[in-house]
């Protein structure tokens, strides 16, 4: 035990003045003389002991009292192993950052952890007084953060009141960094930031720290236990069952055991809310294991949601995964070669051809045949009947590739079939003369063609690079653009050394999709009929830009007679983690609604939806299913399958390990982040003032008696 | 004769008495103070005072045959007087230590010495004999043999002012003085007056009083308490001392008053009850009570028991 002020303990000495007064007490007693005295004795013989003892006690009590006013106003302190953080109370800065990640719904003996969490945030506010100015931030990954502090208690004790974990995992550098912003805008001496979290070392980042050296104090709260064993579903993808049935999926379900000891996990796999199988898993200390279930989806459905889900353990919420299965339907795409060589790099279609069968695979998704511009003759009605005869019902998408211009009966064939549905790629050459273009392609043209310009014509070889056009300004949320992110150094790193230049137009159907840093237009939509066509204004090989040998080529071909084909439901291209965007293909639809598994939603109409290929959809905030209703043109609605999309959570917040101290930032008392005082000082002088009270009380009891 | 004294006449307050001169004066203040209002009838009784009649028989004295009697009756009476002889009066002063308390007015052995003094002023005037024996300490050896002389009166006077002039001391009970009566009055009836507190009494004193009785001597107790020792009026923090011992108690008066009052009301009612029982006349007097009344009472009280015991 310690004194705040010792030097008030002098007043102890004040502990003799009810002894004096007892004894002086005594010995003022009046004296009288008394003859009857053998009556009192007799009396008294009955209460003297009482008497004895109440003087005794009120001796004792004055006694008590004295002293424990000089001890209270010395204000006595003891020490106890810290159970919380240190507070101070008094003016100040101070940031609770609050680990509402999903992690956070950890249950621990049947309560869930962020109640702990938010329990301490509340004594924390309690012990800092109503002089500081405290700002709550949720160290959730992209949670909205205060934009200032507050002395309004109240209302964070309600905002407290009101956490619920959510769906994302942890981001807490990006929390404390947030907090360091707010600490920063103040004008108090001290700031302090209090982190109460789970500390997940998938939340930190040791390489951005928050804050310099003179950043604010760090006050961790260490409400975690040592170990929070976990087990989570870490990934589910949904692939077509070669060795299965047409409708035969195999679903590979990743289990992660973030726990010290191995672990026997029973896992079932339902598709469409029904269980259709169940298996067990033994998985390792910090190994993470496949399970594959083979199962058949539903008769007539060609798309449909599934999950795979292990035995309930403390952390429920990633427990469960959901994947987006479907029967995908091959595109089957007629390449006609303008250029065939017979060195197979050469050869114009070579690297188009790769992309859409990587590796040549039967399950690419996608057929492909090639074909020579003279071929092509076989879609004419003449040729049928013939071995040459092309039947283009059999195709979905055709792609002119360097192809010189074709006869008025062949494009004529070619238009019937895309106004009825079909897809057309155009990509120009050296075969190609806009002039002859502009006398029979325009059918299948979105706009009208050009001469191509070189635009390292006459450049030195050395220059030749630095004066090469770049992809820019693409339309990010077009289906065809969906797997690029919005820098997409696959795409916007390509050199395009020569393009073609288009006609004027006043069509309003053409759309431009991908413009050069020349402001050129690099790829052109138009919808025609019932079909589509894609200009791109480059070679589909390295003969104009070497776009072909970039990452980016294979998802954009690959993307482009999908969209050419109407056929974007494709396994794995539907599962989303909590808080993404998802973009949904409008078509033709004038009014689009999401729902998710909670059943709020968004519904896109009007302006909304208007003269847009396609949507984004950003309140992902729970896991589960999320459904599409749509509303054509004609006004009937019915659910989109084939828009159904997934949100799991991020597989990262599953992995509780904790982060080692260094990885904190450093506080900025230079403690580490870890409390300098493993000990808590407890004021005990509230104690002994209501003990005084209680004397006084008692005293004034004793006096009356 | 009326058998209460006139209480608007008797105002003497005892502490004003205490301050006169000497003590024959202040017996002379208050046997006039108490005289003048009674009729002196009631006490002028003489010792050949006639009582009766009685017949004749052989040996009785023919100077006391009532010739008046024998012309109307043609019997012989005798006349029978009240007493053949002078009256003895044993004063017994309790000169214990106990005595020596003075609540408020003054000690109780001082208000006992001046009823005393009166009583023998007033036997002396009535030409009986009077004695006085102290008792309360064993040194004390006081014993004044009853005369009937009025320089007699005097030397008593003396005896009862050295007396109260020394002050009480000692614990010695009654009970040795009373028993130096019984002996001294084998032979002859007297009136034996006892003042005290009585506290030092014990069982035997009053078995000798009850004796006393017995033998036919007239006994009267004045049982002399301060009045605070009845009200016991005290309050705070106060610490008695025993008058008699080295006791001391520290006490808060107010704790325990119920019980000493009912305490010492129970001894009186036991005293009076035993006293009473055995024909001694009590008195239970207070020393702010004033002191022609205390005599008075004691005249009064004489007289009316006076015939009754003569039947006796």
């Known amino acids: ?705 | 004769m009326s058998e209460d004294p006139p209480a608007s006449r008797l105002h003497l307050d005892p502490a004003q008495l205490a301050r006169l001169a000497s003590l024959p004066i202040k017996a002379r203040v208050i046997v006039e103070g108490a005289l003048s209002g009674l009729h002196r009838a009631a006490v002028h009784g003489s010792s050949v005072e006639f009582a009766e009649h009685k017949e004749y028989s052989p040996g009785d004295e023919l100077r006391h045959v009532d010739w008046k009697a024998y012309a109307k009756l043609d019997r012989y009476y005798v006349k029978q007087f009240e007493q053949e002889s002078q009256l003895t009066v044993y004063l017994v002063l309790d000169a214990s230590a106990s005595m020596a308390f003075a609540g408020g007015g003054i000690a109780k052995i001082e208000y006992a010495g001046m009823a005393l003094a009166a009583l023998a002023y007033l036997v002396i005037q009535q030409q009986d004999k009077v004695g006085l024996l102290a008792c309360g300490d064993q040194k004390l050896d006081t014993l004044v043999p009853p005369r009937a002389r009025t320089t007699h009166l005097h030397d008593l006077m003396s005896v009862l002012e050295s007396l109260i002039a020394r002050g009480a001391t000692g614990d010695e009970s009654p009970a040795a003085a009373l028993s130096r009566i019984a002996e001294l009055t084998r032979r002859r009836r007297a009136l034996i007056v006892l003042a005290s507190d009585l506290f030092d009494a014990d069982d035997r004193t009053l078995q000798l009083l009850a004796q006393l009785r017995a033998q036919r001597h007239d006994v009267s107790v004045l049982h002399i308490l301060d009045p605070h020792e009845r009200s016991f009026p005290y309050d705070g923090l106060t610490q008695f001392e025993a008058l008699e011992s080295a006791s001391k108690l520290l006490v808060n008066p107010a704790a325990i008053r119920q019980d000493y009052l009912a305490r010492m009301e129970a001894f009186l009612a036991r005293t009076r009850a035993t006293l009473t029982t055995a024909g001694v006349d009590y008195h239970l007097v207070q020393t702010d009570q004033p002191l022609e009344r205390t005599l008075l009472e004691l005249l009064v009280t004489r007289s009316r028991l006076g015939p009754a015991r003569r039947a006796g």
């Not at chain 1, 029973?266 to 496949?290: C, F, M, N, Q, W």
């Not at chain 1, 005869?389 to 064939?413: K, Q, S, Y």
């Not at chain 1, 808590?680 to 008692?698: G, K, P, S, T, Y």
Request: with cysteine; hydrophobic share 45%; net charge neutral.
């Open chain 1, 1 to 705: 035990m310690g004194f705040l002020a010792p030097l008030m303990l002098v007043g102890v000495a004040a502990l003799a003045v009810p002894i004096a007064i007892h004894l002086i007490g005594r010995r003022r007693a009046r004296v009288v003389k008394f003859a009857a005295l053998d009556f009192l004795l007799a009396t008294k013989r009955r209460t003297a002991r009482r008497f004895r003892l109440r003087e005794r006690m009120l001796l004792l009590v004055r006694a008590i009292a004295c002293a424990a006013v000089a001890i209270a106003l010395a204000k006595p302190y003891t020490s106890c192993a810290r159970k919380g953080p240190a507070v101070t109370r008094g003016p100040q800065a101070a940031v609770l950052v609050i680990d509402d990640s999903f992690a956070a719904g950890y249950l621990i003996d049947g309560k869930r952890w962020l109640r702990s969490a938010t329990d301490e945030a509340r004594r924390i506010l309690t012990q800092l007084g109503p002089e500081a100015e405290v700002a709550i931030v949720r160290a959730a990954e992209a949670a909205d953060h205060p934009s200032e502090l507050t002395r309004d208690h109240l209302r964070l004790r309600d905002q407290l009141l009101a956490l619920e974990p959510s769906a994302r995992p942890a981001d807490t550098t990006r929390a404390l960094a947030r907090a360091a912003q707010l600490l920063a805008a103040s004008s108090h001496v001290r700031k302090t930031v209090f982190l109460i979290s789970l500390l997940a070392k998938t939340g930190v980042r040791p390489d951005d720290p928050p804050w310099g050296k003179d950043g604010p104090t760090l006050v961790t709260s260490e409400l975690r236990p040592p170990k929070l064993p976990n087990l989570a579903v870490t990934a589910l993808r949904a692939d077509p069952d070669p060795g299965g049935a047409t409708r035969g999926v195999a679903f590979d379900a990743e289990v992660g055991n973030f726990s010290d000891a191995a672990s026997k996990v029973e896992l079932s796999l339902a598709i469409a809310d029904r269980v259709v199988a169940r298996g067990t898993l033994e998985v390792g200390p910090g190994e993470r294991k496949t399970k594959r279930f083979l199962a058949a989806l539903p008769a007539g459905a060609r798309a449909t949601d599934a999950y795979v889900a292990l035995s309930g353990d403390a952390l429920a919420i990633d427990d469960r995964r959901w994947v987006r299965a479907s029967l995908r339907d091959r595109v089957r795409v007629l390449i006609v070669d303008g250029d065939p060589r017979t060195v197979r790099h050469d050869d114009e279609v070579f690297y188009l051809e790769a992309a859409l069968r990587p590796g040549d695979r039967e399950d690419s998704g996608t057929s492909v045949r090639v074909i020579t511009s003279e071929e092509l003759a076989g879609v004419e009605p003449r040729a049928r009947g013939t071995a040459g005869a092309i039947d283009l019902d059999e195709f979905d998408v055709v792609v002119l590739a360097n192809v010189t211009a074709l006869p008025t009966a062949r494009v004529n064939v070619l238009a019937d079939w895309m106004r009825a549905g079909g897809g057309i790629l155009v990509s120009p050459g050296d075969h190609v003369d806009p002039a002859a273009y502009d006398r029979t392609m325009l059918p299948l043209l979105p706009q009208s063609l050009r001469d191509p310009i070189d635009t390292t014509w006459g450049a030195p070889p050395d220059e030749r690079d630095s004066r090469a056009l770049h992809l820019v300004k693409w339309e990010a949320d077009h289906p065809i653009f969906t797997p690029f992110s919005k820098a997409a150094p696959e795409l916007a790193d390509a050199k395009f050394f020569e393009i073609s230049l288009l006609g004027p137009t006043t069509s309003a159907d053409r759309k431009v999709l991908a413009r050069f840093t020349n402001g050129a237009a690099a790829l052109v939509e138009a919808s025609i009929g019932a079909g589509r066509t894609l200009l791109y204004t480059s070679t589909l090989d390295r003969d104009w830009n070497d776009l072909p040998i970039h990452p980016g080529f294979l998802p954009l071909m690959q993307q482009a007679v999908r969209h050419l084909a109407r056929k974007h439901a494709a396994f794995g291209e539907t599962d989303h983690t909590v808080g993404s965007s998802v973009v949904l293909p409008t078509g033709d639809l004038k009014k689009l609604e999401v729902r998710g598994p909670d059943g709020a939603g968004a519904v896109f109409e009007g302006d909304r939806i208007a003269g847009r290929s396609s949507v984004r959809f950003g309140r992902t905030d729970r896991p589960g299913v999320y459904r599409v209703i749509g509303t054509d043109q004609t006004g009937s609605t019915h659910e989109r399958d084939e828009l159904a999309f997934v949100v799991n959570v991020d597989a990262r917040g599953s992995d509780l390990t904790p982060a080692p101290a260094a990885a904190l930032p450093v506080s900025g008392t230079g403690s580490g982040g870890t409390p300098v005082d493993d000990s808590r000082r407890i004021e005990l002088w509230h104690a002994l003032a209501a003990a005084v009270l209680l004397l006084l009380l008692a005293e004034g009891l004793l006096v009356q008696r």
